[in-house]
């Protein structure tokens, strides 16, 4: 079976308000893939619908071709990201990965692997609390990683890190991509995932905008894009974070005036 | 990749064992276990130490229940154990790592149900402790204080069977009302809230019996969770005697079996809601 994920018609309401509405995609293997849009676009509302963690209100999600909540071995099939601070504070970083290895069978030596992987060997002993917001993020995607799945899903994985770490972490997603595996990452700024994603999944107010390769977003494809800059040598950033300002104009829940408009901060 | 119906799986098992490896893994739960232990032998040591068989009814020799007075450190050390066992469902909403542990293993019942038995045999093995020693220090301190055979009091050793109940009854008052706290600290997600719900299920009732018509004492305290459940410290002796009074109105076992009931009822509702909620 192929590492996929699919959305196929994801609804999620709060209340009176449409978090995400009708949502399809696939997610392919061998490329990553991004989730941007605007804040409150509803990108972690679909991660967690994905994850089985919210119930839908219509649609469903499948991970290699099974709904979440029908894996026999979760963290085998799928790694996730979600948020840097879920660990308990008084736990130490090995201790964390050692509870999740359990969960799943998983053998001991995963733990100091994926450790390793992420450069907190030498801090595996201390407590997590003690620890900085880019290193928590590496604890989480270390525990995203524990069981060598074939599918990766990560919530804004470069929040709170240094330029090093960013730098490292896109190298990562390209490497994980490149041994075959599905890999999906969202962000609000689409300038984070340059050089980094194959290809986008834009959405805003829960919608789907644009599934679209960044090239083709470059050359103008999709709903009103801003085709002009596309032209320009190799894609400069500024044309692709125009483009992906246009495709969301209409989508952001908070928009200051005229004048705090400028497309490139 | 993706496994078939063979190989490893997220099952019972794993869950427990993850469940261990998070409980043994904090310092609160050492801190939780060193307070229930201490709390309970040091204000029982307390209460041995500051009654005496002057005063009492000269008519009713031996009508104190010296097994019951070196196990009372209990009524403060419950305290520490629905801390501990609340907060072992509410820290994992309050970080977020509860949908860590949802992914780990979708199967959230199976998931709360590990940790109820991890956090209850936890709970049952230094409660055991703790009677043990509270009742082995209480007995020389009672003696001291003139509870002897003399003034009506035989003493008393784990081989009588009414003082083994008591004892390892006391233990599993403490489990099961750890089971109780698991399941609060499931439904109400919030470690404040759940604490005073269960603490509050505890002592308004006992509160309450200094304003409640005398008719309504005994159904009151029959159905509560703590005056039934800690009906099991009674031994017999007193048993007749104050049930004769009509003070403790429910039998050693059936009482432990109604605070298993609410315990029962708060994992029932914290089963049904875990599913169908989001995390």
Redesign the interface.
């Known amino acids: 079976?192929d590492?996929t994920i699919e959305a196929d018609g994801l609804t999620k309401r709060y209340g009176r308000v449409t978090a995400v509405d009708r949502l399809s995609f696939t997610v392919a293997p061998g490329r990553v893939t991004g989730l941007v849009g605007p804040n409150g676009a509803g990108k972690s509302t679909t991660m967690?619908l994905l994850?089985?963690?919210?119930?839908p209100d219509a649609g469903a999600a499948r991970v290699?071709?099974?709904p979440?909540?029908q894996?026999?071995?979760?963290?085998?099939?799928?790694g996730?990201l979600?948020?840097a601070?879920?660990?308990?504070?008084?736990?130490?970083a090995r201790?964390?990965l050692?509870?999740?290895a359990?969960?799943?069978?998983?053998p001991p030596r995963r733990v100091d692997e994926a450790l390793e992987l992420v450069g907190l060997s030498e801090v595996a002993r201390r407590r997590s609390g003690g620890f900085s917001l880019g290193m928590r993020q590496r604890l989480g995607i270390a525990?995203a990683l524990l069981g060598d799945p074939?599918v990766l899903i990560f919530d804004e994985p470069v929040n709170g890190l240094d330029p090093e770490g960013i730098r490292w972490i896109r190298g990562l997603l390209r490497s994980l991509a490149g041994e075959g595996r599905a890999v999906l990452v969202s962000s609000h700024l689409l300038r984070e995932l340059e050089g980094t994603a194959d290809h986008l999944l834009v959405i805003g107010r829960g919608r789907l905008l644009a599934d679209t390769s960044v090239g083709e977003l470059l050359r103008g494809r999709g709903p009103g894009a801003a085709g002009q800059d596309a032209a320009a040598p190799a894609g400069g950033s500024s044309s692709l974070e125009a483009a992906y300002l246009e495709l969301t104009r209409d989508a952001v829940d908070y928009q200051a005036g005229d004048a705090g408009l400028d497309p490139e901060p | 990749?993706?496994?078939g119906w063979r190989?490893?799986?997220?099952g019972a098992v794993?869950?427990l064992?993850?469940?261990w490896?998070?409980l043994r893994?904090?310092?609160?739960s050492g801190w939780a276990a060193v307070a229930t232990v201490g709390l309970t032998v040091l204000l029982s040591a307390f209460v041995c130490g500051s009654v005496s068989t002057r005063g009492g009814d000269p008519a009713h020799p031996g009508d104190e229940d010296v097994v019951m007075l070196s196990l009372s450190g209990v009524y403060l050390s419950q305290i520490a154990v629905v801390a501990l066992a609340v907060t072992a469902v509410t820290?994992?909403y309050a970080?977020?790592?509860i949908?860590?542990?949802?992914?780990?293993?979708?199967?959230r019942r199976v998931v709360l149900a590990a940790k109820a038995a991890v956090v209850g045999a936890a709970v049952l093995a230094a409660g055991l402790v703790a009677s043990l020693l509270s009742f082995s220090a209480g007995q020389p301190i009672l003696a001291g204080n003139g509870f002897t055979a003399a003034n009506g009091y035989p003493p008393t050793s784990l081989a009588d069977p009414a003082a083994l109940r008591a004892v390892a009854g006391s233990a599993v008052y403490l489990a099961l009302l750890a089971l109780l706290s698991v399941g609060a600290g499931a439904v109400l997600r919030h470690a404040a809230g759940a604490i005073t719900t269960v603490l509050g299920l505890l002592f308004v009732p006992l509160v309450a019996l200094s304003f409640l018509p005398e008719r309504l004492w005994e159904p009151v305290q029959r159905f509560a969770p703590m005056t039934a459940g800690l009906a099991v410290q009674s031994t017999a002796g007193s048993l007749e005697l104050i049930a004769g009074r009509s003070a403790r109105p429910v039998g050693p076992w059936a009482g432990l079996g109604i605070l298993a009931a609410w315990a029962a009822a708060a994992l029932l509702l914290a089963f049904a809601l875990v599913e169908?909620r989001?995390?």
Not at chain 1, 51 to 55: A, E, K, P, S
């Open positions: 079976m590492a967690r994850l089985g963690l919210d119930r290699n071709g099974r979440y909540r894996l026999r071995s979760p963290l085998r099939e799928v996730a979600l948020h601070s879920a660990t308990h504070r008084g736990r130490r201790d964390h050692l509870w999740m359990r969960s799943n069978d998983l525990a074939p | 990749m993706s496994a190989g490893p799986r997220a794993q869950a064992r993850a469940e490896t998070k893994s904090v310092p609160a820290s994992e970080s977020g790592m949908r860590v542990s949802f992914l780990a293993n979708p199967r169908r989001d995390a």
